[in-house]
């Protein structure tokens, strides 16, 4: 009898076990590297928009040139918030100008299409 425990269902239960602690590490570090991800995406697009509003400071900045900036500064991690249009990244950019603009005092809300209270 321990002879057949030991080789007869020893041997398929331990590879039931190495298979179940591999796809428990696989799932834990795909979603680990996920977050991962995210968070460079998030703080690329963060930094992009930033930049974005500080190009309004600039002798003839536009609105178009900051979303122009901005879709061409991270397009992936655009794709990844789904962000798509232009109306999206301008919504986006909205607060970034108002921090600028609070912190600059220059009025970049009414020569930019801006909504001065953003959603």
Known sequence: MKEILLTQVLPPL???AI???IAAFC???SRWTGIQIDAKHKDALQSALG???KLLLLPGGSLDDAIDYVSRSVPDALKRFDLN????IQ???EPHILTLQAATGRDLVSSNRIRADPK
């Open 14 to 16: 331990l590879d039931m």
């Open 19 to 21: 298979v179940t602690v």
């Open 27 to 29: 799932t834990l570090f």
């Open 51 to 53: 930049n974005g509003a």
């Open 85 to 88: 249009t232009r109306d999206d």
């Open 91 to 93: 919504t986006f950019l």
